[in-house]
């Protein structure tokens, strides 16, 4: 099991921009597809973006779309994710995830988080 931990939330006005990490444990990370999820208060946790392996392969929420933008570095591993464009309607806790067999998209599917990190989109 790979252990995550994602950084780089914060505070910011509409229209801004932040870049989350998410750090990753272990020697095999290359081997997870990565995903991101947020969880609005009183909102379940909802997809909003994840990579392949290799990173040639992106997905996005269509709330997102044109964007944010994910991207990992292996030798690193790392994954990110750049926001721009920030709306209040983005404020969340972000997490990421990772999966050996699939690409995460599905928040019901994963049974251990990380503790998030904030995003906060002042309007």
């Known amino acids: 099991q790979v252990q995550l931990v994602e950084s780089g939330g914060g505070l910011v006005q509409a229209g801004g921009s932040l870049r989350l990490s998410c750090a990753a444990s272990?020697?095999?990370?290359?081997?997870?597809?990565m995903g991101w999820f947020r969880q609005a208060p009183g909102k379940e946790r909802e997809f909003v973006a994840a990579?392949?392996?290799?990173?040639?392969?992106?997905y996005y929420a269509d709330s997102v779309k044109g964007r944010f933008t994910i991207s990992r570095d292996n030798a690193k591993n790392t994954v990110y994710l750049q926001m721009n464009s920030l709306k209040p309607e983005d404020t969340a806790v972000y997490y990421c995830?990772?999966?050996?067999?699939?690409?995460?998209?599905?928040?019901?599917?994963?049974?251990?988080w990380g503790q998030g990190t904030q995003v906060t989109v002042s309007s």
């Open positions: 990579i392949s392996k290799g990173g040639g392969r992106t």
């Open positions: 272990g020697r095999t990370f290359s081997s997870y597809a």
């Open positions: 995830n990772a999966d050996l067999t699939r690409i995460p998209v599905v928040p019901s599917a994963y049974d251990f």
